[in-house]
């Protein structure tokens, strides 16, 4: 199985629209996709009932648990659950009042018109902070988008400004509500390890999280057998996708991820939705 279940489009992030994106996946030969843009299903929505390739509607909630900030993704959600749609309101409202404050840091600093220069960016997506990356490259402050997080917008840089996302057990609560399983995204990107991490993964199954992702873009085989262990550990099944935003990440395995054999794939639980 090729499977990819954390990519984003123009929804969010990603540089490609949900068409253009479904239509690689089938070209680099997915069996399965799901589009998971930060925040917001409307890329799924967006899409038309007939696809070329097996499809999961998703999304990648923002989340704190103890002061951090993660990812939780939601796969075979409800696109049109009202309870969906009130969490896309909650997330967007927090996106639109970050950026203000964003915006204000940048303009201290000289860049000119930050706020209307992110949205034009975002072109109707909640602003993220890649919107604001894009705008300092546009109006020559930083050289290219990786630079701009570097200097600015990375976390602890001084324009990356705190956000009270919903707590990790209420991105969960939301997920199920609206039918998805919730799988915690990337869970070695955010520094943690050991104790930390085992302790993340038990609250998050606690909280009605069912699975972790294993293998997460092009990341080292040291990261997926660490991951691979917590998910034997803990029970939580396992997903796996390439968090491709741009075609120019031409290192992403885009559409074809997979798992080590011995664990549960998360999608084994949703085959009746999408074979
Ligand atoms: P946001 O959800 O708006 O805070 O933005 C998070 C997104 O910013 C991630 O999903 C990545 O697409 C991007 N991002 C975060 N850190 C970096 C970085 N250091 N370099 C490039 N992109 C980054
Ligand atoms: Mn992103
Ligand atoms: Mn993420
Ligand atoms: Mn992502």
Known sequence: MQVDLHCHSTASDGALTPDALVALAAERGADLLAITDHDTAAGCRALPARLPVAFLPGIELSCRWRDRTLHVLGLGIDPEAAILRAAEAHQRALR???????????????????????????????????????????CGFAADEAQAFRRHLGDGRDCAVPVAWPALETAVAWIRAAGGEAVLAHPARSRLAGETLRQLAADFAASGGSGLEVVCGAQPPAVTRRLAALCRATGLAASCGSDFHHPAQHWLPFGRTGLPADLKPIWERRQATWA
């Open 96 to 138: 639109f009042e970050r950026a203000e404050r964003i915006a204000a840091r940048l303009a201290a600093r000289g860049v000119p018109a930050p706020l209307e220069g992110a949205l034009a960016q975002a072109n109707g997506a909640a602003p993220g902070r890649v919107h604001f990356a894009r705008h300092l490259v546009a």
